[in-house]
């Protein structure tokens, strides 16, 4: 694309400052969204971490999940990390209402245990070059069964999926945003055409 492409974050709840931040330093023009106008002229778009109950009941009541869902089919790239992955995922358990279900893959909540059981560790993700990355998974949920045309990018040592790509759409169950590692941020960028 010859224009600067703008990039959305979905600011309904949860860590969408920390994203626009990241974006901001990479030189990225990045727009916090909350209603369905500003979706308007978004190349791609976030779905930060934090509470899936709370940003699907948000998304409710602000009318969004409609566009959301159009937002997905139309081809434009979402990234979804943590919370946002659960909101992808067309299966999950315990989420007591749909979120936008875009990305065939099933998704466990709180896979890790509770909240102290939070933890950071170095993963390999296949597309991500110079080592592996510094991954901090907060109450993470886990992908754990993706459809066939589900490209799996990590996996931990004992078989729980943390990233995942289907055409336009990638899941993260950890928060890139969290660090200073950029390189999953330009795997995105580099998403939008
Ligand atoms: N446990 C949260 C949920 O189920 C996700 C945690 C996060 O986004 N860090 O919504």
Known sequence: MTRTPTVGVLGLQGDFAEHQALLFDLGVAARVVRTVAQLDGIDALIIPGGESTTIAKLMD????????????????????TCAGAIL?????DELDRPGIQAM????QRNAFGRQ????QSQ?????ISDG????VFIRAP????????VEILATLPDGKIVAARQRNLLATVFHPELTTDVRLHNLFLSMID
Do not use: C, H, K, M
Request: no cysteine; net charge negative.
């Open 61 to 80: 009541l602000y009318g969004l999940r409609e566009p959301l869902v159009a937002f997905a089919r139309s081809g434009r790239p979402v990234w979804g």
């Open 88 to 92: 992808l995922a067309r299966d999950v």
């Open 104 to 107: 065939d893959i099933q998704i």
């Open 116 to 119: 102290l059981q939070s933890f």
């Open 123 to 127: 993963v390999a993700i296949d597309g």
């Open 132 to 135: 592996e990355f510094p991954a």
């Open 142 to 149: 886990a992908i754990i069964d993706v459809d066939a045309s």
